[in-house]
């Protein structure tokens, strides 16, 4: 069998179980049981496989077919500009969060030098980004997962950060209070009674800790602004990834917290997803 044909076979078993994108998926898994890229299986269609490649493949389209997404499948996800070792221990990182990258960059153009903190960091991916795009940055990440902490640390070493970042099982109340130039977190915020309506791939495989958000879908939110308003520095700014229908609860508790809110960025829907805030007492 060449590449050809296993790519159509599997792509019919995809698309009989529903998978929307069955055709990438397939060159995706293939090209991690080959150990090359997605290119080099478009560009070698008629390359024979042997049995272990057609194995191992079929193993790993049977994984999909019951909706274990891709990133946990090969172990890795693309994010911004760089490419992140995940496992179904870690949210898998969204094309959206990336604006939280943008805005963070763009407010700090012209800063050097800064404190960074990412509660809740997951796999580290917005935390590591920015340190990579910011030379003279340092950072601090915290996660109630000893298993997120481990793979931020892997991350932070694969992307030789490992001297400008540091990581931490840790809940915020453990932290020093007017530390920190900078707070980030992608925090959960799905209403619990609305975790049933997510796409399967989301709930039954990546970790509920990481998507509830409490009754209101707020709860860990307002933990953090809290929080935040003594471990930030005068002036300090507070960029908070939020659900789509969540602006006025969040502004309200930012204001009520001694925070002016600088500016609401929209995702590439148009919702509301990124509150940037700044504390001024």
Known sequence: MNVRQAIFNAKKVLT??????????????????????????????????????????SDLILKRSFNKPVAYLTGKKNFWKYSFFVSDQTLIPRPDTEILIENVLKITKY???????????????????????????????????????????????????????????????????GK????????????????????????????????????????IIKKIIIRSSDLLKNSGKLILEIGFDQKYKVKKLLKNNGFYINNIIKDY?????CIISTKIR
């Open 180 to 219: 920190y130039d900078l707070i980030i977190s992608n925090p959960p915020y799905i209403k619990k009674l609305d975790l049933k309506y997510l796409d399967k791939d989301i709930i039954d495989f990546e970790p509920k800790i990481a998507l509830d958000g409490g009754l209101e879908g707020i709860s």
């Open 16 to 57: 009989k179980n529903q998978i929307k994108s069955a055709g990438l998926d397939c060159e995706i898994l293939l090209s991690k049981v080959l150990q090359k890229d997605r290119k080099y299986v478009i560009l070698n269609l008629d390359k024979k496989l042997n049995k272990k490649n057609i194995s191992d493949f």
């Open 111 to 177: 800063k050097s030098n800064l404190n960074i903190l990412d509660i809740g960091t997951g796999s580290g991916c917005i935390l590591l980004s920015i340190l990579k795009d910011r030379s003279d940055f340092y950072g601090t990440g915290i996660d109630i997962s000893k298993d997120c902490i481990n793979i931020s640390r892997i991350n932070a070493t694969n992307l030789e950060l490992s001297n400008r970042s540091k990581f931490f099982k840790s809940d915020i109340d453990n932290l020093l209070n």
């Open 269 to 273: 829907a148009q919702n509301d997803r």
